[in-house]
């Protein structure tokens, strides 16, 4: 089989799995291990996950919502981009779950807009607060994850989840010069991004 053929069949076998593991990624934030390999293989395989980006109305961001299935798939990518085997232990340390939003400044960003707080709200229901915020690099254990794009390697900050609704829901960003709503669909949730900043080793 021609080696793009190949990966197209890749690509469309990730868009299938993305519409079944969605559901269930909505109900609990952890995968269990054969989801979890599933979707590192995937991305392994590809380059891509089903990772969320969304760029802001002001053009000073781009902002990524990213699901214990993306985080798979963006491990199981960098895992190939740096030659690493799929089980090693760095790599399913990193493939924990949890759900994670974060800003990655543009190019056109002039760096006076900071982004405070990021929370979640789906129709009448109570806003939805982030467990924790911190400053994170993406590695493989203290490997970096060199090969995969600058925005989703570097994630300052970035703002975890415990749960995300299963419907639509709406990503509130507060920032030092007002608020920025922005919807999230069940159809981007099946979409994918590419993840590699180069072609495949």
């Not at 090693?88 to 760096?111: E, F, H, K, L, M």
């Not at 390697?153 to 419907?167: I, S, W, Y």
């Amino acid at each position: 089989m021609p080696h793009h053929r190949s990966l197209n069949l890749v690509t469309v076998a990730l868009v299938l799995l993305t519409s079944g593991l969605v559901r269930s990624a909505t109900q609990e934030s952890a995968l269990s291990p054969d989801e979890r390999m599933r979707w590192m293989t995937a991305g392994h395989q590809s380059c891509q996950a089903p990772l969320i980006r969304i760029p802001s109305s002001d053009g000073q961001f781009d902002f990524y919502v990213e699901s214990p299935a993306a985080r798979a798939a963006v491990v199981g990518a960098a895992a190939l981009m740096n030659h690493q085997p799929l089980d090693a232990q760095r790599v399913q340390t990193a493939a924990r779950g949890g759900y994670r939003i974060w800003a990655s400044r543009t190019d056109i960003s002039s760096g006076a807009t900071r982004v405070e707080q990021i929370t979640i709200r789906s129709g009448r229901q109570p806003e939805i607060k982030a467990l924790s915020v911190r400053e994170e690099r993406l590695t493989l254990g203290i490997a970096p994850s060199h090969g995969i794009v600058e925005p989703v390697r570097v994630r300052f900050p970035e703002f975890e989840f415990p749960d995300l609704p299963q419907q639509d829901f709406w990503v509130v960003v507060r920032t030092n010069n007002g608020i920025q709503r922005y919807s999230v669909t069940a159809t981007d949730r099946t979409k994918l991004l590419r993840v590699c900043n180069q072609d495949r080793p």
